[in-house]
C-alpha cells in the first residue's frame, strides 16, 4: 500500500491537511476553471490530445442535478467474489470497504471498479454517511449502490449504474485501494483528477491537469460566442467549427472583452 497522499480541495475546514503538497494539491485557479467546465468540453479537449477513452461507462448521477464535482481520484478495486474471501466477516478485514474509507482524505473522488456489475451494491447509506463525514467530495463506481434512499439522505453526490438489493459480497471481492484501477473500461491511477456532472465522470491525467484546463477554458468561451451567433440566426457551416473569418471576429470579441 502506498503511504497516504494528502489532498484538498473545497473541504470544510475541520477536515482539510495543513500540510498539503504542491503534486497533490489542485491549484485553487484551476479548480475554480474546472468548477465551470463541463464534462463535455473536457472529453473533446482529450481528444484533441488523443485520449479518447476518459468518459467512465455507465457513471450516471445517482440524484438528477448533484452539483458539478472536482477531485483527485482515490481508489479501490473489487475482483469477482469467491466464496472463502468474500464474506460478511472480511467487513472486519484491515483490507475492507471500511478500513479504505478511513484512508479516504477530504476533497478526494473515491472511484471504485466494481467491474460494471449491477447485481449487487458496493456500498450502502452507512458507508456513504462517514465518507460524507469525512468529507469526500464524491463515489464514482461502474457498479451500483445499496439502500438509495438512505444514500441519497446521507447528501453524498453518487455517480453510478444505480441500485441493487444484495450486498457487495454476494457478487464482488474487495482487494485493494490506493492502486491503479479500470472503472468504466478507463484506466484510473491515484492522483488523477476526476470531473463528475450530469453527463457522467471524465478522468483528466495528473500531468495534463493544467494544459487541459486551459484548453477547455477557452474552448467554453468561443462555444459562448458561438451560441451568441446561433441565438442571432448565424448558420453553422463557417461558424461551427469557425473558419478564418469567424476566427477573427471571436479574435476581436475576445479583444474587446478585455478593454
Same mark, same amino acid.
Given at each position: 500500500?502506498?503511504?497516504?497522499?494528502?489532498?484538498?480541495?473545497?473541504?470544510?475546514?475541520?477536515? &482539510?491537511?495543513?500540510?498539503?503538497? =504542491?503534486? /497533490?494539491?489542485?491549484?485553487?485557479?484551476?479548480? *475554480?476553471? #474546472? +468548477? $465551470?467546465?463541463?464534462?463535455?468540453?473536457?472529453?473533446?479537449?482529450?481528444?484533441?490530445?488523443?485520449?479518447?477513452?476518459?468518459?467512465?461507462?455507465?457513471?450516471?448521477?445517482?440524484?438528477?442535478?448533484? &452539483?458539478?464535482?472536482?477531485?483527485? =481520484?482515490? /481508489?479501490?478495486?473489487?475482483?469477482?467474489?469467491? *466464496?472463502? #474471501? +468474500? $464474506?460478511?466477516?472480511?467487513?472486519?478485514?484491515?483490507?475492507?470497504?471500511?478500513?479504505?474509507?478511513?484512508?479516504?482524505?477530504?476533497?478526494?473522488?473515491?472511484?471504485?471498479?466494481?467491474?460494471?456489475?449491477?447485481?449487487?451494491?458496493?456500498?450502502?447509506?452507512?458507508?456513504?454517511?462517514?465518507?460524507?463525514?469525512?468529507?469526500? +467530495?464524491?463515489?464514482?463506481?461502474?457498479?451500483?449502490?445499496?439502500?438509495?434512499?438512505?444514500?441519497?439522505?446521507?447528501?453524498?453526490?453518487?455517480?453510478?449504474?444505480?441500485?441493487?438489493?444484495?450486498?457487495?459480497?454476494?457478487?464482488?471481492?474487495?482487494?485493494?485501494?490506493?492502486?491503479?484501477?479500470?472503472?468504466?473500461?478507463?484506466?484510473?491511477?491515484?492522483?488523477?483528477?476526476?470531473?463528475?456532472?450530469?453527463?457522467?465522470?471524465?478522468?483528466?491525467?495528473?500531468?495534463?491537469?493544467?494544459?487541459?484546463?486551459?484548453?477547455?477554458?477557452?474552448?467554453?468561451?468561443?462555444?459562448?460566442?458561438?451560441?451568441?451567433?446561433?441565438?442571432?440566426?448565424?448558420?453553422?457551416?463557417?461558424?461551427?467549427?469557425?473558419?478564418?473569418?469567424?476566427?477573427?471576429?471571436?479574435?476581436?470579441?475576445?479583444?474587446?472583452?478585455?478593454?
Amino acid at each position: 500500500m502506498h503511504p497516504r497522499r494528502r489532498w484538498c480541495f473545497d473541504a470544510p475546514t475541520e477536515h &482539510k491537511e495543513a500540510d498539503v503538497t =504542491a503534486d /497533490t494539491a489542485i491549484p485553487a485557479a484551476i479548480a *475554480e476553471t #474546472l +468548477a $465551470t467546465v463541463s464534462t463535455a468540453t473536457l472529453t473533446t479537449v482529450l481528444l484533441k490530445k488523443g485520449l479518447r477513452n476518459v468518459w467512465m461507462r455507465g457513471t450516471r448521477p445517482l440524484r438528477a442535478g448533484q &452539483k458539478r464535482v472536482i477531485g483527485r =481520484a482515490l /481508489t479501490l478495486r473489487f475482483v469477482p467474489a469467491r *466464496e472463502d #474471501l +468474500a $464474506t460478511p466477516e472480511s467487513w472486519s478485514s484491515p483490507i475492507s470497504t471500511r478500513a479504505a474509507i478511513e484512508a479516504m482524505p477530504a476533497g478526494c473522488v473515491a472511484v471504485v471498479d466494481a467491474m460494471g456489475i449491477t447485481d449487487a451494491g458496493i456500498f450502502g447509506d452507512i458507508l456513504c454517511a462517514r465518507m460524507a463525514k469525512r468529507g469526500v +467530495a464524491a463515489l464514482v463506481t461502474d457498479g451500483v449502490v445499496r439502500d438509495a434512499a438512505g444514500v441519497l439522505a446521507t447528501g453524498l453526490p453518487v455517480w453510478c449504474r444505480g441500485a441493487a438489493a444484495p450486498p457487495s459480497v454476494a457478487a464482488l471481492t474487495f482487494v485493494a485501494w490506493d492502486q491503479p484501477i479500470g472503472c468504466g473500461g478507463v484506466a484510473v491511477f491515484p492522483g488523477d483528477v476526476v470531473v463528475a456532472d450530469d453527463d457522467g465522470a471524465v478522468l483528466i491525467p495528473q500531468a495534463l491537469l493544467e494544459a487541459v484546463t486551459a484548453e477547455a477554458a477557452e474552448q467554453e468561451r468561443q462555444e459562448a460566442w458561438i451560441m451568441g451567433e446561433v441565438d442571432g440566426g448565424a448558420a453553422l457551416p463557417g461558424l461551427y467549427p469557425p473558419n478564418a473569418e469567424n476566427k477573427a471576429r471571436y479574435a476581436a470579441w475576445t479583444s474587446s472583452r478585455k478593454t
